[in-house]
């Protein structure tokens, strides 16, 4: 068998790559089985974790209902930080420790999810903080073993959270996102239910919908796994391992999906939509789970990191924030135009699933086409005009540039080498778009 020339073996790379699949359920009427689910995985004593808001909505009112159903005994933990903290980890952490629980169900957005994947492992494997978080920040000690058993019930469809074995935090002493990835700690079910997408604000859904597409094309023009240098053993395979043809499959899809409906349902929802952002989300989060992010998320970061006076419409307002998709896609046309002579191809078919007319154009000009069609969709769908939209300048490109530098596992996964020079100007670019 023979794979897009992308794949094209380099000495001393990798010649293989290998597929985690999660284990998920989809479909409208799913939430109403997670009883039956959490009992099958052995659980008698459920903590659920959700944030205050998601904790007045439908979905953790049917999920309660169907664990105690079921017999089950049920804590609810609903002071989930809206994109947490290493203090907010903490505190979700000391619930699931002193609750002797025998497994998870967390309800509600990647903030939700990630809260749980960390409360999990630090009530299971006590450490210091930073120990399992990646280096160079953490110390990235790998997981011991096992957790009890979690299922994820996403309430937002960008982050793909319930796919993944990433849990990302706000490192507040350090001005930082970062985060911890391990196998070990992805949820052992993801229970989708697209109805539960119809009470989002329409800013959290652009938001999660550029998320979405950032994820997919990011994987699709990653480095490819046969470029990233061959482990020394099996087990030292990373769980991001580059752009290769499974996580294509699912990423393309995933553009396709977001660029045909994303405007329409963030100004004027339909129905259907729902299910087709759903399973976009989860889609990419196959891909980007086994291909891994580059440079718009390395940047999202610092972006978000940073923060100053910036507040969201849709967010809570008790603290400034900038919500991971608006961090992450007002760097990526930046970025698209700068790696798209490392790969024309892989972004001009992202361009054209996003919807952009390529009548007389080039293949050579697919990084410029792909951020003109990314750009256009920003304004229909009302996200802030590029870094100075959400309360940056040009005095801050030093520590936004510093701060990114320093994730080096996605840096290191795009498609072309990027010194510290480069990623000044990439947020240079990014200030303004219109
Ligand atoms: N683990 C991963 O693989 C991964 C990947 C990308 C991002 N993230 C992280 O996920 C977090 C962002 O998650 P998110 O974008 O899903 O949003 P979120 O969980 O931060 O929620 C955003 C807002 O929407 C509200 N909300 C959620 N569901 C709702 C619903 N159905 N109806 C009404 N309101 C609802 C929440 O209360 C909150 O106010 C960030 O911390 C980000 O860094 C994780
Ligand atoms: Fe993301």
Redesign the pocket.
């Known amino acids: 068998m023979s794979f897009s020339s992308y794949f094209t073996h380099k000495t001393g790379g990798d010649s293989i790559f290998s597929v985690e699949a999660p284990k998920i359920k989809f479909g409208h009427g799913s939430l109403n089985e997670v009883g039956d689910d959490a009992k099958a995985l052995g659980m008698s004593r459920v903590g659920v974790f959700t944030?205050?808001?998601?904790a007045q909505?439908e979905?953790v009112a049917k999920v309660v209902e169907s664990l105690k159903s079921n017999g089950l005994d049920v804590e609810v933990y609903d002071q989930v930080a809206?994109?947490?903290t290493d203090i907010s980890f903490k505190q979700g952490s000391q619930f699931a420790s002193e609750g002797k629980f025998d497994g998870f169900v967390s309800v509600?957005?990647?903030?939700?999810?990630?809260t749980c994947k960390a409360s999990n492992l630090y009530s299971c494997y006590p450490a210091d903080f930073l120990d399992y978080v990646t280096a160079p920040i953490g110390k990235a000690v790998p997981v011991p073993g096992a957790l009890k058993p979690h299922i994820a019930c996403?309430?937002?469809f960008?982050?793909?959270?319930e796919c993944?074995g990433?849990?990302?935090?706000d490192l507040l002493e350090m001005e930082v996102?970062t985060?911890i990835v391990s196998p070990m700690i992805r949820a052992n079910l993801g229970v989708l239910d697209p109805s539960?997408?119809s009470?989002?604000?329409p800013l959290?859904r652009a938001?999660?919908g550029f998320?979405v597409f950032s994820?997919a094309c990011e994987s699709i023009t990653a480095r490819p796994y046969t470029h990233r240098t061959a482990p020394e053993s099996s087990q030292q395979r990373p769980l991001t391992q580059g752009a290769n043809p499974y996580s294509d499959l699912a990423c393309l899809e995933a553009i396709k999906l977001i660029g045909t409906h994303i405007v329409q349902a963030v100004n004027d929802p339909l129905e259907d939509s729902y299910d087709s952002l759903m399973f976009a989300g989860m889609l990419a989060?196959i891909g980007f789970g086994n291909a891994g992010c580059h440079l718009p998320h390395g940047m999202s970061y610092a972006v978000?990191g940073l923060v100053k006076d910036y507040t969201p419409e849709?967010?809570?307002t008790d603290h400034n924030m900038i919500?991971?998709?608006i961090s992450v896609i007002v760097n990526s046309p930046a970025v698209f135009r700068k790696t798209g002579p490392a790969c024309a191809e892989r972004h001009w078919k992202a361009a054209a699933a996003m919807g952009a007319d390529l009548t007389d154009t080039k293949v050579e000009d697919g990084g410029d086409i792909l951020a003109d069609q990314i750009i256009g969709m920003m304004r229909e769908t009302g996200i802030p005009n590029g870094l100075s939209g959400v309360g940056y300048t040009m005095d801050d490109l030093d520590a936004l540039t510093d701060r990114s530098y320093a994730q080096k596992r996605l840096i290191d996964n795009g498609p072309m080498p990027i010194s510290r020079d480069e990623l000044k100007e990439l947020f240079s670019e990014a200030m303004s778009y219109w």
């Open positions: 944030d205050p808001r998601v909505q979905p809206v994109e947490p509600g957005g990647g903030s939700v999810m990630d996403p309430t937002t960008g982050t793909a959270s993944t990433i849990a990302i935090f996102k985060g539960v997408l009470s989002l604000p959290v938001a999660n998320d994820h989060g978000a849709g967010w809570p919500p991971h998709g």
